[in-house]
């Protein structure tokens, strides 16, 4: 049989190739991939900001859903038919980090859609190790939204937010407004801050109290919110240095931030400030195993309303089109690819 | 009856002058103080750099040993004789970090010997509730080194340094030392980074790892040292920017960072490693009163090696110049005042 897959050629270019696809090996399991949608990462490769670890034909994707359709010898807990997602994430099993469980972080670590092919195709084989099953009430568009659901949940989860503790999620994009959820899911109060006026009304919409820092002097804003006590939980997924800068002001005494964005360059950070609350910063990368099942709950269970986060879905074929379409458009939130033409089952 | 006191009166001078102390008020104790060490803080107001908040009429210093002379009415803990350290805190009680159990990092926190007169006088009178008792084998002199040992006690447990952890110490001062120390007793195998010849000389025979950044590339001696892991706590005792950048790249996967140097300026962090790492930053400031406890017990059991730390004691007389000589010496550690001439009992 002959499938599609998109792969990128560099410089903003993709090339919707039919190629055969492989049978899956030992221990994989091929997936016909429903949908996939377009991360942050993603637009960075599409940029050309990550060629050197990417190179120049490299199918990417690795937010999905699909359903199995093939498996390799030795796998005995998937067989066809079985609606899933990917966590898209292989470890050494042999580095430091993974000797002392925190393989998800593995000193060595693949993965899969950026240094090996991704999801952006109709057929796609993956280690079955990286499946979760999904439930039937999850349809297979909302499911493409566990991976960074699940992101979001490692990242609360990193934090400890407690019922009622005042959170500050400082960037309103994708991953932001996922983590105000899952924080809004724990119990805590949440406030967004974001200058972008289409993102600050997604917010609001969703039941967050908003600051637009470009509006309001968003530290006295919280101060007098929290009666001069500060967030307790602070997330940075601005990767800017006014983000930066708004994190260490905010926090309240022992506060906890948490730094979930990409800073490509070194900001200053008032390293006083940690001293002086007892500050903690804590860093939180990718996602656990239980991450993704408290990701697939929370979607399932219409914690996270993800007819709000996903905002278009684009054929495969127009694949160069939506991403040229996302990098221009400032109300867009989440766009998925659909992959497979005819999902089976 | 007089005593004498010693006032910082600005620009690098004391005045020592000959006072009548005022009786204890209610809920106050009166110490006559045998020593008083020099802390880095009273470094600072030596040199001007905290004029602001002192003035130019201030007895400071905090870091002292002594016996109890009188006490108020309503003081029933203490009596005359009872050798005492103090824990210079006093907090509000009404702020939001007091109402949650942060007592010590109280949002308007009275540090006794800044915002209020200190120990570099011979009748030193403070709150009851701020006295530690010490054991009979502890010397008064040993017992002056309780304050900055207190410190160092709150840091290794809000770093929670296990046994058998590898463990970093940036910068080899007075407390860098004693945090050193305080992490070995905890189990951690101790390394301390440090350019100055003579305390990593000291660091040596204190049975420290040692690492002179300046003649040995650090990050690489220490993943040689850790099989490519890293140091599991990291802390950042030297306020330098060449210290901010070893903290992070010298950290394992999951490292802990505490934050206790006082950086007067805003270092550039490479924030991305929290990320990558899921580093934590912890920041510590001053003790808590089990701190206290900890620390009694660590100098009184020997597990700190005071007479090594120890490195001169002057009459207070001749404050003004210890505090030269210490500022301009890389030898010296510790010096202590002798305050009180003759202590009672």
Redesign the interface.
């Known amino acids: 049989m002959k499938v599609k897959a998109a792969y990128y050629k560099g410089n903003k270019h993709f090339s919707v190739e039919t190629i055969t696809p492989n049978a899956p090996e030992a221990g994989e399991v091929q997936i016909a991939v429903a949908y996939c949608g377009i991360c942050g990462t993603d637009l960075h490769v599409y940029l050309g900001h990550m060629d050197a670890r990417i190179g120049n034909h490299r199918v990417i994707g690795h937010e999905m859903s699909g359903t199995v359709v093939a498996v390799g010898s030795g796998v005995s807990d998937y067989s066809a038919g079985d609606r899933v997602v990917v966590r898209p994430l292989v470890a050494c099993g042999k ?3 993974c000797l ?1 469980g ?1 393989a998800h ?1 593995c ?1 060595n670590l693949t993965f899969l859609g950026l240094d090996t092919d991704g999801a952006f195709q109709e057929r796609w084989n993956v280690p079955a190790h990286t499946l979760h099953k999904i439930p039937d009430n999850l349809s297979l568009d909302e499911a493409a939204l566990i991976e960074p659901v699940a992101v979001a949940c490692h990242d609360v989860k ?1 934090g400890n937010v407690q019922a009622g503790e005042d959170v500050l999620v400082i960037g309103g994009g994708p991953i932001g407004m996922l983590v105000a959820l899952a924080a809004k899911n724990a119990g805590g109060k949440v406030t967004v801050s974001e200058i972008n006026p289409s993102r600050l009304a997604v917010a609001e919409k969703l039941g967050m109290k908003t600051i637009n820092p470009k509006e309001t002097d968003a530290v006295e804003t919280i101060m007098a919110d ?5 967030m307790d939980v602070v997330f940075e997924v601005s990767g800017t240095q006014p983000g ?1 800068d708004l994190m260490t002001a905010a926090a ?3 506060g906890r931030i948490v ?6 360059t ?20 990718v996602y656990e195993p239980a991450d993704y099942d408290d990701a697939i709950a929370l979607v399932a269970d219409g914690g996270i309303p993800a007819k709000e986060i996903i905002t278009g879905v684009e054929a495969l074929a127009n694949i160069e089109h939506a991403f040229s379409d996302l990098s221009g458009n400032p109300q867009a939130m989440k766009i998925l690819i659909q992959c497979a033409e005819e999902t089976p089952a």
Do not use: Y
């Not at 929290?226 to 500060?230: C, I, V, Y």
């Not at 730094?259 to 490509?264: E, G, L």
């Open positions: 580095c430091p980090a002392r925190h972080v000193q990193r929290t009666n001069n006590k500060g930066i309240s005494v022992r730094m979930v964005a990409i800073h490509a070194k900001p200053e950070v008032d390293v006083f400030q940690f001293f002086w609350k007892e500050l903690e910063m804590i860093g939180a990368r």
